[in-house]
């Protein structure tokens, strides 16, 4: 009887104690630790890109200051189809603009893109080949920004500091290496819709009701199979023309940002 009370008091001591072999492998990785652990990282993936410009300001561009300027860009070039129609107005108007240059076209154009520096524009990178970059691994959207880059330098003589997201899609890790590499992520604060086949007169509206001091334009000279930009190419000199009445000067980005145009 003794023994027993003995053996049942120690059962008790053991239980009640400081060690639970079960609590404590449970407790490693509880549902609550996980949550805390894993909230950092949740809440990371979860940021909008409005939060993401505010977290990144320095690196993340949207528009510029508030002054008369305008900057007219133009995505997913060279494309012999648009580009050269765009670069025909742009010369006529006397119009400096900012190219963001998929590296895959280039390499089959690439005459378009030494003639867009030749005629003073500004380029940009916007990837290799047009993905969705949250969806890529950081080692391939790296290759799409590096590669790219060497595209560019070889024709345009210098390696772009600006980025352009495909999509204007970008995560928090990505923008983070951006920028450790001295890279700016460029979006843009109004939208002409171009790309989806618009007329003359909606692209001029969507602009044109939209734009104000620092804005930076998003138009497109270049497009996928059977893609058609007529709107944005019939658009355009109304649209330099109604913007310089309005008192606005009409600038690559790298004046409007006051950044340097090639990496450093």
Avoid: C
């Amino acid at each position: 009887m003794r023994v027993r009370l003995i053996m049942l008091l120690v059962t008790v001591i053991f239980l009640g104690g400081g060690y639970h072999p079960q609590a404590s492998s449970r407790d490693a990785s509880s549902p609550l630790s996980e949550s805390v652990s894993g909230s950092d990282s949740a809440e990371e993936e979860q940021l909008t890109l409005g939060q993401l410009r505010q977290k990144y300001a320095d690196t993340f561009k949207t528009n510029g200051p508030s002054t008369k300027k305008v900057a007219l860009t133009f995505d997913d070039v060279p494309d012999p189809r648009f580009t050269p129609q765009v670069l025909d107005v742009l010369k006529k108007y006397n119009v400096r603009a900012t190219f963001f240059i998929v590296g895959s076209r280039a390499e089959k154009h690439p005459d378009l893109v030494k003639r867009m520096v030749k005629e003073g524009h500004i380029v940009g990178n916007h990837s290799y080949n047009h993905p969705e970059f949250s969806k890529l691994s950081m080692n391939a959207f790296r290759k799409q920004i590096l590669h790219t880059g060497d595209i560019i330098r070889r024709l345009a003589g210098y390696t772009p500091k600006m980025i352009r997201p495909p999509y204007g899609d970008i995560n928090e890790e990505q923008l983070r290496w951006a920028a450790r590499q001295h890279y700016s992520i460029v979006n843009w604060n109004v939208d002409s819709l171009d790309w989806k086949g618009l007329s003359k007169e909606q692209v001029k509206d969507n602009i044109l009701s939209a734009v104000k001091p620092g804005s930076i334009v998003l138009q497109h000279a270049g497009g996928g199979v059977g893609s058609n930009l007529n709107g944005t190419i019939e658009a355009l000199p109304e649209i330099i023309e109604e913007l310089r009445n309005r008192g606005y000067e009409l600038v690559t980005l790298d004046e409007m940002l006051e950044l340097p145009k090639a990496k450093d």
